[in-house]
Every structure is written in structure tokens, then in C-alpha cells.
């Protein structure tokens, strides 16, 4: 079974400097899809980053970027220039085939991101 | 509308009642999930739907619970003989066909008496 750990229930940065959160995962594809999830107090879950695992260059969107790390199944998300809108529950997430034609994902426990001034 | 559409967004409910949750995707996502977020707590998959099939219903906890969908639009998650132990926040999210990234809705928060 697929499994998608991440190990730092809460973190904190302050504004303008760089946090990174980490996610591990279990897998024995070796073509899939990762992604970061964000949701602020308002609940509304929202895709920040996601990943190919084909591509070897590391995805990027403005100040998310990840450190994929495909032989160690490692997939950390650095927050660069922290801002007061990124304090949210961040989730990792893992696509599980299911039937073959589409997959669900299999999100981790949450980091917990606190930005203080 | 652009994005899903969950109703209603909170419900209050004595003990023993059913309960309908209402989500509607976006238009031509194939692919529909539900998930059941307890406070605090992260997503815990409850059912998937490709079309009207539900080829994953794994994650439903209990034959109280069950879910339609009629053809690729909206699905009804209904929850019968309600206990405490269900007041969590349930998310629906649709996505295009295999590309495993969902668009989440806002959720319905469910509150059990």
C-alpha cells in the first residue's frame, strides 16, 4: 500500500525567510505525479506544486519550489520570502492507481506552517 | 460556476439522523472524490467516482454510509443514523481524467449531536 509521510506537525518561519517541509512516500511505480496542497483557516484546499517523477529538474511556481529526491522518495516543499498568507496546513499527496484509468491520492498528516512577523 | 460546489457548507444534526451532502463538480471533470477531513486531522479517502461507477467505495467507514453520482455531475454523500463520531469536515474534489491533480470544493461541515 501507498503511504505518504509527514514527519513536522507544525513549523514556524518568520516573514521573508525560507522554511522547507518535508514528505516522504512508498511506492513501487516509477512514473507518477507528487503534489503539495494548501489549506488556509478558510479550508479550501488549493494545489500549490506538483511534481513528474519522469523529470529529473525540480518543479518551481514563483517562491514554492521542491527538492525532489526520486531514489530516496523524498519530496520537500521550501517556501522562499515567506509571506503572512502562507501560514496554512500544507499536505503532501500521492496518486494511488486505482482502477488503472485514474488514481485518488493519498495525502500525509499536514505541516502545520506558522509565519510570525 | 468555475470551481465545486458543496451544500450545505454547515449542518447541525441530532444523533440518529441522515444526513445528504451535496457536491457539484466542475464541468467535464470525469473523476469525483469524496474525503473526511476530523478536526485537525489530514484526508481520509472515502470514495471515487469515474462517471456514475464507483470503481474505488473502499473508505466508506460503514454501510451508514453510501454515495451516487449521476452521470459525470453531481454526487450525493448520504450519511443514515448518524453518530458523533461523523461530525468531521467532508470534501468533495473533481478532476480531469488520470491526471490524479483534484480541485477541492469548500467542504461541508458536519456537526452530530
Known amino acids: 500500500a501507498q503511504t505518504v509521510t509527514q514527519s513536522q506537525p507544525e513549523m514556524s518561519v518568520q516573514e521573508a525567510e525560507t522554511v522547507t517541509l518535508s514528505c516522504t512516500y512508498d511506492t513501487s511505480e516509477s512514473d507518477y505525479y507528487l503534489f503539495w496542497y494548501k489549506q488556509p483557516p478558510s479550508r479550501q484546499m488549493i494545489l500549490v506544486i506538483r511534481?513528474?517523477?519522469?523529470?529529473?529538474q525540480n518543479a518551481t511556481e514563483n517562491r514554492f519550489s521542491v527538492n525532489f529526491q526520486k531514489a530516496a522518495k523524498s519530496f520537500s516543499l521550501k517556501i522562499s520570502d515567506s509571506q503572512l498568507g502562507d501560514a496554512a496546513m500544507y499536505f503532501c499527496?500521492?496518486?494511488?492507481?486505482?482502477?488503472?484509468?485514474?488514481?485518488?491520492?493519498?495525502f500525509g498528516t499536514g505541516t502545520r506552517l506558522q509565519v510570525t512577523l | 460556476g468555475a470551481g465545486v460546489s458543496q451544500s450545505p457548507s454547515n449542518k447541525v444534526t441530532e444523533k440518529g439522523k441522515d444526513v445528504e451532502l451535496r457536491c457539484d463538480p466542475i464541468?467535464?471533470?470525469?473523476?469525483l472524490y469524496w474525503y473526511r477531513q476530523r478536526l485537525g486531522q489530514g484526508l481520509e479517502f472515502l470514495i471515487y467516482?469515474?462517471?456514475?461507477?464507483?470503481?474505488?467505495k473502499s473508505g466508506l467507514p460503514s454501510d451508514r454510509f453510501s454515495a451516487e453520482r449521476t452521470g459525470e455531475s453531481v454526487s450525493t454523500l448520504t450519511i443514515q443514523r448518524t453518530q458523533q463520531e461523523d461530525s468531521a469536515v467532508y470534501l468533495c474534489a473533481s478532476s480531469p481524467q488520470a491526471t490524479g491533480e483534484l480541485f477541492f470544493g469548500e467542504g461541508s461541515r458536519l456537526t452530530v449531536l
Open positions: 467516482f469515474q462517471g456514475n461507477s464507483a470503481p474505488d
Open positions: 499527496a500521492y496518486p494511488s492507481r486505482g482502477d488503472g484509468t485514474a488514481s485518488k491520492l493519498t
Open positions: 511534481q513528474e517523477a519522469y523529470k529529473q
Open positions: 464541468s467535464g471533470h470525469t473523476a
